[in-house]
């Protein structure tokens, strides 16, 4: 996102010796490359269900009902929770944890797991599952523009929780980079959260907290 890119910017920029390496994840394995070692920090959306892992929250957002263009639902202006307990939902491939899925599939609203429409590893794969497969998801709201696609309509949902973006590191991480691009991402969060509609900083409203806290 746009302010991931300001993040590493800036650290390179202070930190031109350190060499900084970017590695994509996907749902299933971005938590356990943080357990493992394999890389010391991520832009991780909340919650996580990990007490191994800590975050730091940096922003909040708005969520949106990601439909099937051709659905009922993507006339509507806005879209309550409700709206879409009983659709079946693109859900997060074995691995993922339950609350980090169950948390985009609305399961907490809902009392019970949702209806699988689709198995998914990725949010690109997520999109192809509403456009051409009849499911459903929610995205926060940064990435609306990111993902658009002729077969998505994203609606704002009214009354879902919002989404957190934090900064995630193993507890048992003590490379002292981690602390110096945390300082960086709170910085650039608190000077340019006014680049994301809607969006609230959370810089300073929280210690690190277990990955288990749902927001």
């Known amino acids: 996102g746009e302010l991931t890119h300001l993040m590493f910017s800036a650290f390179a920029e202070l930190f031109p010796d350190t060499k900084l390496s970017v590695v994509e994840l996907n749902m299933s394995n971005q938590f356990d490359h943080l357990v493992s070692g394999n890389i010391?920090?991520?832009?991780?959306?909340l919650p996580i269900g990990d007490p191994s892992l800590m975050a730091v929250p940096l922003f909040e957002e708005p969520r949106?009902?990601?439909?099937?263009?051709?659905?009922?639902?993507?006339d509507a202006m806005s879209l309550s929770a409700n709206d879409l307990l009983d659709e079946g939902f693109a859900i997060a491939a074995d691995g993922a944890p339950r609350a980090w899925s169950s948390y985009w599939s609305l399961d907490d609203q809902r009392g019970e797991k949702s209806r699988v429409a689709a198995t998914v590893n990725t949010l690109p794969e997520s999109i192809s599952?509403?456009?051409?497969?009849?499911?459903v998801d929610t995205f926060p709201a940064s990435a609306v523009q990111q993902f658009a696609h002729p077969g998505v309509r994203f609606v704002e949902l009214e009354d879902a929780a919002p989404s957190v973006l934090g900064l995630v590191h193993h507890e048992g991480n003590r490379n002292p980079t981690?602390?110096?691009?945390q300082r960086i991402a709170e910085l650039v969060v608190a000077e340019n959260i006014g680049r994301l509609p809607g969006a609230r900083s959370l810089v300073g409203a929280a210690e690190d907290f277990p990955c288990d806290h749902s927001p």
């Not at 010391?40 to 959306?45: K, T, Y």
């Not at 599952?129 to 499911?135: E, K, L, M, T, V």
């Not at 981690?178 to 691009?181: E, L, M, N, P, S």
């Open 40 to 45: 010391d920090v991520a832009m991780l959306r």
């Open 64 to 74: 949106f009902a990601a439909v099937p263009a051709n659905s009922a639902l993507a």
């Open 129 to 135: 599952a509403i456009a051409y497969g009849n499911a």
């Open 178 to 181: 981690v602390a110096h691009f």
